[in-house]
């Protein structure tokens, strides 16, 4: 990777770093005003100098064909070592972390500033900003290390902020229970990530992303690399280092933490499935993808994790009442998707679409936070409705958002979906009827995704009101605060996709061209015919997941009443999102649980401590109380054990 | 600098029990004075140790920082014993650690002892001078005498100042301790018998030791493994810890785990392992399994604990078991990550302790259910306990996590943990093997335990809603609270942070001690060969194939190598005198020798460098990395003798 050395890129992740300080050291003396302005000061600045790094990138030009991506660099200083391990703290700004660097940034200043209007009440308001400066620090680094243990540093970070957030109204035991599960459930994924770096560096001496991607580059060219790393020990790096994207984004088996992400405050689970965290995952296996497709196995592993995930989590959001855990499954979802794009080796696809997701699922999240804002915190959606005429400007963001995740034509996510399911039919990683089968079944997620899309937002939106909870007449409308960053990402949603328009539209799809020198591209196996089928055939099952939303949502609503009632069984199986947590809760936390009782109160009380530690004491005092009744002071009796013993010695010593 | 001048490790060493003498001429009564008279002078202490990391040299391995007239001097000539002192890498940052938590502890007693305050600070201090001593001699007498002196004052603070079970515990600790000590007595008496001249010097007893049989190394090893297992604590020698540290008050809790525990794995470090190279090849995959099961098992007993002390207790017995397992891997990274989790773990836990006292004043309870919800109510402290909590969870940044990573990758590329041959080991049997990828992953387990345990201790004191009416009252941290506290929060940030300002002090050491262990300069030909297989495939220029067939050329070589016994084989040889094929061939040609006894001392001095290596065993480098993998030490023992390798 050429480099330019690049101070600046220490100031994106330093301004939310010092934000943090401040408002974390100072920020419970300084008025609300200036701590939210620290706070969004931070991160904003933060945003516009990764938009100078952006330009100067620009204009460093293409690095020429066949060689590596032309790249910002700096170098901070050298972390640790030891042997022949060295971990240097140095960031690196290529075209990918470019791209990554301004959807985390301008997301989450958008956020941020929602914040303001969202938490003004709260008493902890300079805590919630330190918080949220903090994730996004974290999740900087995350994006700009160029050392995988110094990527660690804040692929951990994202998780102790959401630790922190999530938990962030610690007084109620739930979400304090939300906090520690998120972490924990991340750290199970970061074990394995563990375990991904120490078996890299077994065969590469070295854990820098550059020195690696050499290392795989230069064995790739003479074909020698499977003899340096063979086969087998490759897939395994790439499935133990897709352990920890598993934990981070949440995908199959590890997603359980970030339904119960929803106790934080709502623009905090906007940071968390937008901007920071959950992306972490895809943007790993997106940077490291030159080994990945060195390994192809990990890759096929990937998409089906990718895949299940994305159709399982569709089918319980389609069940669930409370419009944040849809939201919170719709993300799921999502980032299968974004799975299933990597592991066909759609990498830029899989970008392409992490980035319109995050648009579109900001405004999700945050315009569901202005619906609860407004009804007083009123989260179950079959207590909303006719919320249109009351929060029109919420509403259509809202369907902006939604439109844009279902892939509706012209909005961002169907320029980005619509790759992904063109990458899953033209990719050539399984036999074709497998690749059939992906999309298949993508296709199907994706009709699912636009049908309890559209089921949330008839029940919110359309209809009658059916709560009880705020009298419709006084509901609290959104500040300016907040309603400004809805507008700014419905823009977003609405038209982000443009960067990306495919050939077959006319389009230049500069988004994928720009990437295809970090990541490497699909080569082309079927004609554009196919490519347009594909299209259709993506347009018609989002119009028929909106149709049938609309006609159970809006025009017959006593139809999903009947359809759950007929399929009872089904239903309350996947309503109760298919008892997972409660099968971790019997198979898992239980029996570690007892087990860990049973070490202490038989293994370490009653075998070491009472029968060998107090069993020892014990030998000792009897062999004092025998010993002592030798020695009793009487003359006559040590008498005849001299005696004895003379007796004892004498017939050995001639007889024996 | 003009720095040099000055016998700063004596100065040191001897502060705290000056100070402790000054203590002594104060009335009783003088309870204030005397608190502060012996804050400031461990607080001088600790400037004066400061110097030390100044001076030290990290390109050098070896002792240094010792002063010639001063440290290096006869004591008892007609024994051969010396007060000499000096440190290496691994005890500097050790001897820097106690002294900085010395005066925290003092500064944290000043309400937490009413009662014999003056006998309560001279322990402390006398506790210090022994710690010191212990770290900083490099004589064996002498560092018996000061690991002796240790034992009394705590066995005293425990005894005395402690908790309801008192007695009990303190009994527990001393007898515990005392078993350990005493055959590791006489182990030294014996190492130093077979010495030829008189001379208690640790560098003349790490020869004398090495030089010694097979059989009579593993004794030995035994002897002295047992009594730094103890100290550890190493499972299943660990049930003394947790009723030490519940009965004893905070200060003697936060010395007992910062540093005390750290005695027995500097001991491993500073005498079990380089004095008996050969039983440690033997032995190191069993102590490992033993830290290993510390590990996973300690995680799991500290999460159901209702005692906050009793949990932190197992989490030492947890963390410390990542210390041996990385000393045992015989890395690089497994040794320095382990020096550096010493560390770190000092701090961390020390802290936990801290915190943990700061509760106790104000509650007089340890229950982990006496407490919940006092985040809302002392909002300082809460940050302070989270941010230590989260170093003891080994979150990056913070002091924890570097020595994890480091221990568990040099466990990960350990050539010494395995129990069969070494055959399945990544590259034709040079490198890593299968079983130390498990006691990796298997380690990492505890990772996840850690976070597991430590976090819902948080949940459970520190968030929810105040559930006991008392709580709502307690005070947040006073000023002198806090001067105790945040050094330690800063200590773990600088730690997690700068790292390597320890890391390259640390490296040197580990480096001459693989050396002291595995013969001259194999390590550095391992990793050099590594490098060199490494960079043959980076350049792809020279086919691979070439390797390969290596590798079959050795084969015969490989069959007659003893590095191919595995532990078992090299157990069996160690017990049974059965020398293994080579070293047969070699007794043969030498005559009448002893088989398993001073083949070391026919060696003439200054063998073993690279040049003097036979050309079977340079012609080719898998042969030389081969040989250099763990297992074959012994031979590498041997290498510079007119050896005919079978081919």
């Not at chain 1, 974290?138 to 970070?157: H, K, N, P, R, Y």
Request: hydrophobic content about 55%.
């Amino acid at each position: 990777m050429s480099g330019q050395s690049y101070p600046a890129l220490g100031l994106i992740v330093a301004l939310p770093l010092v934000g943090t300080l401040i408002n974390l050291l100072v920020g419970h003396r300084l008025p609300r005003r200036l701590v939210h302005w620290i706070a969004c000061g931070a991160i904003g600045f933060s945003f516009l100098v990764a938009l100078l790094a952006f330009f100067d990138l620009l204009a460093l030009g293409h690095g020429g064909e066949g060689t590596t991506s032309p790249a910002l660099t700096y170098a901070l200083y050298p972390w640790f070592e030891s042997g022949r391990l060295a971990v240097r703290v140095g960031f690196s700004f290529d075209r990918l972390a470019a791209v990554m660097c301004l959807v985390v940034t301008s997301v989450s200043f958008l956020i941020h500033v929602y914040s303001v209007g969202y938490m003004a009440g709260d008493r902890s308001y300079s805590r919630y900003f330190t918080y949220l400066n903090f994730f996004c620090f974290a999740m900087l680094l995350l994006v700009l290390a160029d050392s995988l243990v110094v990527l660690f540093i804040g692929w951990e970070g994202v998780g102790l902020a959401s630790y922190l957030l999530i938990g962030f109204w610690f007084e109620d035991p739930a979400k304090a229970m939300a906090g520690q599960k998120a972490f924990i459930v991340n750290r199970i994924g970061d074990a394995g990530f563990l375990l991904g770096l120490f078996l890299l560096f077994t065969f590469t001496q070295s854990l820098e992303i550059p020195a690696i991607r050499e290392w795989v580059v230069a064995g790739g060219a003479g074909g020698e690399l499977y003899r340096m790393m063979p086969v087998p020990f490759g897939v395994a790096v790439g499935i133990l280092l897709f352990v920890g994207c598993v934990g981070k984004s949440a995908q199959l088996p590890l997603y359980v933490w970030l339904p119960d992400a929803m106790a934080g405050p709502t623009p905090v689970s906007a940071l968390i499935h937008a901007a920071t965290m959950v992306t972490a995952g895809v943007y790993l296996v997106a940077r490291m993808g030159f080994l990945y497709l060195a390994y192809p196995g990990a890759l096929a592993v990937v998409a089906v994790v990718g895949l299940l995930t994305a159709l399982v989590a569709a089918t319980i959001a389609i069940c669930q009442t409370d419009i944040k855990k849809i939201l919170a499954y719709s993300t799921i979802s999502q980032l299968g998707y974004m799975f299933l794009a990597l592991g066909v080796g759609a990498f830029s696809a899989g970008i392409f679409h992490l980035m319109t997701h995050a648009f579109f699922k900001a405004l999700l999240f945050l315009g569901a936070g202005a619906v609860i804002h407004a009804l007083d915190g009123e989260q179950e959606i079959s207590a909303m409705g006719g919320l249109h005429a009351k929060l029109k400007l919420v509403s259509i963001t809202f369907l902006v958002a939604c439109l844009a995740i279902s892939g509706v034509p012209l909005f961002s996510g169907f320029f980005s979906k619509d790759e992904i399911l063109w990458g899953t039919l033209n990719g050539s990683m399984l036999a074709p009827w497998g690749q059939g089968i992906l999309w298949g079944v993508g296709l199907i997620t994706a009709g699912l995704t636009a049908f309890y899309m559209f089921r949330l937002y008839f029940m919110t939106f359309a209809g009658r009101y059916r709560g009880q909870r705020v009298d419709l007449a006084h509901l609290h409308r959104p500040p300016l605060s907040m309603s400004v960053p809805l507008v700014a990402l419905a823009v977003l949603a609405a038209v982000g996709g443009f960067v990306g328009v495919p050939e077959i539209l006319g389009g230049a799809n500069r988004f994928h061209h720009w990437l295809s020198e970090v990541l490497p591209g699909q080569p082309e196996r079927l004609s554009h015919l196919w490519e347009g089928l594909s299209m259709a055939a993506s347009v018609l099952v989002a119009l028929a997941g909106i149709g049938l939303a609309w006609q159970m949502y809006w025009r017959r609503i006593d139809l999903p009443a009947r359809l759950a009632d007929r399929a009872r069984g089904l239903y309350r199986w996947v309503s109760n999102r298919y008892y997972v947590d409660e099968a971790y809760e019997a198979a898992v936390v239980r029996p570690l649980r007892s087990t860990s009782q049973l070490f202490y109160s038989l293994v370490d009380r009653l075998l070491i401590d009472t029968f060998l530690v107090h069993g020892v004491a014990f030998a000792a005092r009897v062999t004092g109380l025998v010993a002592k009744k030798l020695q009793n002071g009487d003359v006559q009796r040590y008498g005849l054990f001299v005696l004895l013993g003379l007796g004892a010695t004498l017939f050995l010593l001639f007889l024996g | 600098m003009g720095l040099s001048g000055v016998p700063w490790l004596s100065l040191v060493i001897f502060g705290p029990l000056l100070g402790a003498i000054g203590i002594g001429l104060i009335p009783r009564d003088q309870k204030a004075l005397l608190r502060n008279l012996a804050f400031f002078s461990s607080l001088g202490v600790f400037a004066l140790s400061i110097p030390l990391v100044l001076l030290f040299d990290p390109a050098r391995g070896d002792f240094q920082l010792t002063m010639q007239q001063f440290e290096n001097v006869a004591w008892i000539p007609a024994l051969g014993v010396r007060y000499q002192v000096g440190v290496d890498g691994i005890s500097l940052f050790l001897i820097v650690l106690t002294t900085f938590l010395t005066p925290l502890c003092i500064l944290s007693a000043y309400r937490a002892v009413e009662d014999r305050v003056k006998e309560y600070l001279i322990a402390l201090l006398v506790l210090e001078t022994g710690m010191l001593g212990a770290l900083a001699a490099l004589d064996v007498f002498l560092f018996y005498i000061f690991w002796e002196v240790m034992l009394i004052p705590m066995y005293l603070i425990i005894g005395v100042w402690g908790g309801p079970r008192r007695r009990y515990a303190a009994v527990k600790f001393f007898l515990y301790t005392m078993v350990g000590s005493v055959l590791m007595l006489v182990a030294i008496l014996y190492v130093y018998s077979q010495g030829e001249v008189a001379d208690f010097s640790v560098e003349h007893l790490w020869a004398t030791a090495q030089g010694l049989g097979g059989r009579a190394q593993l004794w030995l090893f035994l002897a002295f493994a047992l009594a730094f297992a103890i100290k550890v604590p190493l499972f299943p020698l660990h049930t003394w810890l947790p009723d030490a540290h519940v009965e004893a008050p905070t200060a003697g809790s936060v010395i007992l785990a910062g540093v005390l525990l750290k005695m027995g794995t500097f001991g491993f470090v500073r005498y079990a392992m380089p004095m008996f190279p050969e039983a440690l090849q033997v032995c190191a995959p069993y102590i490992a399994l033993l830290a290993l099961i510390g590990i996973i098992y300690g995680a799991l007993v500290a999460w159901v604990q209702s005692d906050v002390k009793s949990l932190v207790a197992y989490s030492s017995v947890s963390h410390l078991g990542f210390v041996v397992l990385g000393l045992m891997a015989l890395t690089p990274q497994g040794i320095s990550g382990g020096t550096f989790l010493m560390l770190a773990h000092g701090v961390s836990t020390g802290g936990l302790f801290l915190c943990v006292g700061f509760l106790y004043e104000r509650r007089h309870r340890r229950l982990i259910a006496d407490f919940g919800g006092i985040a809302r109510v002392v909002p300082v402290f809460s940050a302070i306990f989270l941010v230590i909590v989260l170093a003891s969870a080994g979150l990056p940044g913070l002091s924890g996590f570097v020595g994890e990573f480091l221990v568990l990758i040099g466990a990960s590329q350990s050539h010494s943990l395995h129990f069969g041959p070494v055959e399945y080991s990544f590259f034709g049997r040079v490198g890593p093997s299968v079983t130390s990828f498990l006691f990796a992953g298997l380690a990492t387990l505890g990772v996840i335990l850690a976070a597991l345990y430590l976090l819902s201790m948080v949940r459970r004191m520190l968030f929810g809603p105040v559930v006991h009416e008392a709580n709502t009252r307690i005070s947040d941290a006073s000023p002198r609270e806090l001067a105790y506290l945040v050094p330690v929060v800063l200590a773990a940030f600088f730690l997690g942070i700068f790292p390597g300002f320890f890391t390259s002090r640390i490296e040197a050491t580990t480096a001459r001690l693989l050396e002291v262990i595995e013969g001259p300069g194999a390590w550095e030909r391992t990793e050099e060969f590594l490098a060199t297989v490494a960079e043959d495939r980076h350049s792809a220029a020279q086919p691979i194939a070439n390797a390969s067939d290596d590798r079959d050329q050795t084969g015969d070589f490989r069959v007659n190598a003893p590095g191919d016994r595995g532990p078992q084989g090299r157990w069996r040889e160690l017990v049974q005198g059965n020398p293994g094929p080579m070293i047969e061939r070699l007794a043969q040609g030498q005559g009448d020798q002893d088989l398993t006894g001073d083949l070391r001392r026919q060696v003439p001095s200054g063998v073993g460098g690279r040049s003097d290596l036979p050309e079977a065993f340079t012609g080719d480098r898998l042969a030389e990395g081969r040989l250099l993998a763990r297992g074959s030490v012994d031979q590498a023992r041997i290498e510079g003798l007119p050896v005919e390798v079978p081919r």
